[in-house]
T-cell receptor, first 114, second 113 residues
């Protein structure tokens, strides 16, 4: 079992550009969440996808958008990048949205905005 | 709104000594509580979780945590720390189904030989 995988590992962009990050959930998982972890801070919830729809959203602007595909993989898109978007972006997956199931995290994508 | 506070940013303990990492949470109902560990360059690994039932929960790697509703706390403990335990530790509270996790700022643990 490969667990949660994310690509790319690292990414460097300039202000104003757009970026797409990808996540493949753990086998058997159908729910994907995205988190942003700035340097020296705890992760912050961006949004969660289930059945190809955004189900919950944290306090992030509309520049952050996502998508979930029929195979449960997911993309995080960030438009009009700002310096403050530099962070580690973590993807987490779980089986369903009911209480009690564990979220498994991927290794993250390190985004640097110059 | 739910929130988590980890009062200790850095903690240094000697190998073999006991460890307690503090976590205080704010949540209106019965919380879903978690402790995660993050090693450099790694994602988050779940150490243990509390949903209901026994307030003392056992986790992996010899860790345990105790839920105290009256103190809104969920402190992580380990009786004897190993050098490999050096890492960043995060406490988190989940919404009513554990979907949206709110994390504390983390505690960086250093282990002296």
């Amino acid at each position: 079992d490969a667990g949660v995988t994310q690509s790319p590992t690292h990414l460097i962009k300039t202000r104003g550009q757009q970026v797409t990050l990808r996540c493949s959930p753990k086998s058997g998982h159908d729910t994907v969440s995205w988190y942003q972890q700035a340097l020296g801070q705890g992760p912050q919830f961006i949004f969660q996808y289930y059945e190809e729809e955004e189900r919950q959203r944290g306090n992030f602007p509309d520049r952050f958008s996502g998508h979930q595909f029929p195979n449960y993989s997911s993309e995080l898109n960030v438009n009009a990048l700002l310096l403050g978007d530099s962070a580690l972006y973590l993807c987490a997956s779980r089986g369903g949205r009911e209480g009690g199931s564990e979220q498994f995290f991927g290794p993250g994508t390190r985004l640097t905005v110059l | 709104a739910q929130s988590v506070t980890q009062p200790d940013i850095h903690i240094t303990v000697s190998e073999g000594a006991s460890l307690e990492l503090r976590c205080n949470y704010s949540y209106g109902a019965t919380p879903y509580l978690f402790w995660y560990v993050q090693s450099p360059g790694q994602g988050l690994q779940l150490l243990l979780k509390y949903f209901s039932g026994d307030t003392l929960v056992q986790g992996i790697k010899g860790f345990e945590a105790e839920f105290k509703r009256s103190q809104s706390s969920f402190n992580l403990r380990k009786p004897s720390v190993h050098w490999s335990d050096a890492a960043e530790y995060f406490c988190a509270v989940g919404d009513n189904a554990g979907n949206m996790l709110t994390f504390g700022g983390g505690t960086r643990l250093m282990v002296k030989p």
